[in-house]
């Protein structure tokens, strides 16, 4: 069975990430609260040492919702999603 192939666009703005504009269009599904951050953060570095970079899409919730919540979140979790970032690119 083939892959199921998903369209992304470049959103104008980060909100419309969050709204479906089609069929097979990747979206979020979820913005996870601030408290469920730093265990889905751990969940996604492990994921993305066993995946690679396609644990991006199956993490991509945890990756918006620290972005959504980065003014408000633990300086820590600011600087551990930074220098993760900062490796894998």
Do not use: C
């Not at 990430?17 to 730093?38: A, D, F, R, W």
């Not at 889905?40 to 620290?66: C, K």
């Amino acid at each position: 069975m083939a892959p199921q192939m998903y369209e992304f666009h470049l959103p104008l703005s980060p909100e419309e990430l969050l709204k479906s504009g089609g069929v097979n269009q990747y979206v979020v599904q979820e913005v996870l609260s601030i408290k469920h951050l730093p265990p889905q953060l751990r969940a996604f570095q492990a994921a993305f040492r066993a995946q690679g970079p396609l644990a991006v899409l199956e993490h991509f919730d945890t990756i918006y919702s620290i972005l959504h919540h980065f003014r408000s979140i633990d300086p820590d979790l600011k600087e551990d999603t930074l220098e993760f970032l900062i490796k894998v690119v």
